[in-house]
């Protein structure tokens, strides 16, 4: 008898677990698509968050959600925000994409948005700046993309170029943007 009673405790108790799990994730997946925030997007499931860090060599830049540096081209626009790095290009400089919404950790929140890219895409900018990673920055606050071709430099919290001792004139393997 003990046994049954027990059985069942158990059975309602998992079924119990089941159902909150899947309202969880029911509720992370809905709400409100106008988050208020200038990431464009809308879709709630994809997000980022960009976050005032301190790096050497650097000082304090914006890294993407995994901890990345995040890269501002000389040979781009802010006003209007525009982006010129496509093709070869972004395979060394790949454009942030721009999420659904955006959080933001030491990072004025209206500096944040958008811009549609050649190929319709959108990318994130800071202050009008579109953001990029760079293929070389293997680990999180890795910046070696700092001063590359004299046209690449890591971005301030505020989307100024960040100031180091050692740019980099040109990238050690020659050719135009750093590859």
Do not use: I
């Not at 158990?10 to 988050?35: E, H, I, N, P």
């Amino acid at each position: 008898m003990f046994t049954t009673r027990h059985s069942r405790t158990r059975r309602v108790s998992g079924y119990a677990a089941a159902a909150a799990a899947v309202l969880a994730l029911t509720a992370s997946g809905c709400g409100d698509s106008d988050s208020g925030d200038k990431s464009g997007g809308g879709d709630t499931k994809n997000s980022a968050t960009l976050t005032a860090t301190e790096v050497d060599e650097v000082g304090t830049v914006v890294t993407d959600s995994k901890g990345h540096v995040l890269y501002r081209f000389d040979e781009d626009t802010a006003k209007p925000s525009k982006s010129n790095c496509n093709d070869n290009c972004e395979k060394v400089w790949p454009a942030t994409p721009a999420p659904g919404t955006v959080t933001v950790k030491g990072v004025d929140k209206d500096l944040v948005g958008t811009v549609t890219r050649d190929d319709g895409s959108k990318q994130l900018t800071l202050d009008g700046w579109p953001l990029y990673t760079y293929v070389k920055d293997d680990e999180p606050r890795e910046a070696q993309g700092q001063g590359v071709d004299g046209t690449w430099y890591a971005v301030t919290p505020t989307g100024a170029k960040a100031q180091t001792t050692t740019d980099q004139p040109e990238d050690e393997d020659g050719g135009g943007y750093g590859y």
